[in-house]
Nanobody, 127 residues
Framework: QVQVVESGGGLVQAGGSLRLSCTAS????????MGWFRQAPGKEREGVSC????????YYANSVKGRFTISQDNAKNTLYLQMNSLKPEDTAMYYC????????????????????WGQGTQVTASS
């Protein structure tokens, strides 16, 4: 049984940093590309970032480029999202997701392509 669990969310002041973690069990981490999504109240879920199987390719939403960094530790089946210079508009529930096919520039942000999802971790950046 596949289980995906996020952690590391919290409340920070604007300009602060957080690091989210996501552990995945029941799947072979090397076989899946991993992504981060977020959903703010009243808004649609949006792609934040994706990292390829090998970790060699990463993709980011324009709104987070230069501030967020995605990484992974395949030995630990763990995905990370380092978030710096947080803004109030980054406030959302953040979700980790796994997809069998590798990330690519044309589809990484499409949530329906991801098979396994966590329950989410709340990030709040106060002004």
């Amino acid at each position: 049984q596949v289980q995906v669990v996020e952690s590391g969310g919290g409340l920070v002041q604007a300009g602060g940093s957080l690091r989210l973690s996501c552990t995945a069990s029941g799947l072979t981490f090397d076989d899946y590309a991993m992504g981060w999504f977020r959903q703010a109240p009243g808004k649609e879920r949006e792609g934040v970032s994706c990292i390829s199987w090998s970790g060699g390719n990463t993709y980011y939403a324009n709104s987070v480029k230069g501030r967020f960094t995605i990484s992974q530790d395949n030995a630990k089946n763990t995905l990370y999202l380092q978030m710096n210079s947080l803004k109030p508009e980054d406030t959302a529930m953040y979700y980790c997701a796994a997809r069998l096919y590798d990330c690519d520039s044309g589809s990484w942000w499409q949530d329906w392509r991801y098979t396994y999802w966590g329950q989410g971790t709340q990030v709040t950046a106060s002004s």
